[in-house]
């Protein structure tokens, strides 16, 4: 195991890198800092999106661990430098969305539960912010708050696209055809795609950085994803937009979306919000789907609301 440095994202020091196995032996490349203040703040558990890992958080993590805490952080199964789950390695595939319920779990397990300073606390991005609604409303003691970016909840997608995909991912599956990449996506890990074209950032030097890390080990690198991972993924989505399940976390929980988002669609947040106990909703006018990703300008707005919502200063 190892991380991955370049010249312009050298990794936070005192990292210290486990191999963690989920129940169904699957194993899990995961990194852990301890805080290094005398008085730790806690614990700060990063959850990256689909095709992401952790090199790519090695900025957001030295934020944290400036603020007192410590983190952990991991590369879901099928992605990143934890193991692939089908031959060609390339292709985004799971099981079914339970199983990366497993790899959280044994995170939790293994590293976090009765190892690291609390309060825990969750952050997730993307996919990383779906897995974590899903783990709060099954493990509603695990963390103190959390805070997601972007959490997949609905994809965005023309409405005719919309109409079709349900129909069109479960006649595939049915058709033998669940593990084949969907449409554009076999070949396409976004390395080549130019930054004027690319639907996640308005961040150049950012944009830059990450896929400079992608061409330092190619093996980092994930493309579209499969059938059988899409009607996975709308099952569960489907899951989580219910209001028995946003009535299911007890935490405090923040979730931040982007206005001009085209990856997912901000109105499932500001309905889950609406319907948890203690929940709090901001929008950024000016940014793409990746916040932790974004412009100096943006991230510093980002952080001003992390760090009240941190410290409490958030409704009851």
């Given at each position: 195991m190892k991380l991955v440095e370049t010249p312009d994202n050298p990794s936070p020091p005192g990292a210290v890198l486990h191999e963690v196995t989920a129940t169904d032996d699957v194993k899990l490349r995961a990194a852990v800092w301890q805080p290094t203040g005398a008085t730790p703040r806690g614990t700060i558990v990063v959850l990256s999106g689909r095709t992401e890992f952790i090199e790519k958080y090695f900025e957001f993590i030295g934020e944290?661990?400036?603020?007192?805490?410590?983190?952990?952080?991991?590369?879901?199964?099928g992605q990143g430098l934890s193991q692939r789950l089908t031959e060609d390695r390339t292709k985004g595939h799971v099981g079914k969305f339970a199983d990366y319920d497993l790899d959280l779990e044994a995170v939790m397990a293994q590293l976090v539960r009765d190892v690291m300073?609390?309060?825990?606390i969750l952050f997730g991005h993307s996919l990383g912010g779906h897995?974590?609604?899903r783990h709060l409303a099954k493990h509603p003691d695990d963390f103190e708050r959390a805070f997601l970016s972007a959490p997949m909840l609905k994809i965005w997608m023309p409405t005719l696209l919309w109409a079709i995909s349900g129909p069109l991912t479960t006649a595939m599956c049915w058709a033998g055809r669940g593990g084949a990449?969907?449409?554009?996506?076999?070949g396409n890990d976004g390395v080549e795609t130019p930054f004027e074209e690319n639907r996640v950032t308005t961040d150049r030097g950012r944009y830059a950085r990450n896929n400079n890390i992608l061409k330092a080990e190619p093996l980092l690198a994930l493309c579209g994803p499969t059938w059988h991972w899409i009607r996975e993924a709308f099952a569960s989505m489907r899951m989580l937009r219910k209001y028995s399940f946003a009535a299911k976390i007890k935490c405090r929980l923040m979730i931040v979306g982007a206005a001009h988002d085209r990856i997912v669609n901000q109105g499932p947040?500001?309905?889950?919000?609406?319907n948890v106990k203690r929940g709090l909703f901001v929008l950024f006018s000016d940014a793409e789907h990746e916040l932790v990703q974004?412009?100096?300008?943006?991230?510093?707005?980002f952080w001003n609301a992390a760090d009240a919502f941190l410290a409490g200063a958030d409704p009851d």
């Open positions: 944290i661990l400036a603020r007192g805490y410590g983190v952990v952080c991991f590369d879901w199964r300073p609390k309060p825990h897995l974590a609604l990449f969907t449409p554009g996506g076999e947040d500001v309905t889950l919000i609406r974004e412009r100096d300008e943006v991230r510093a707005i």
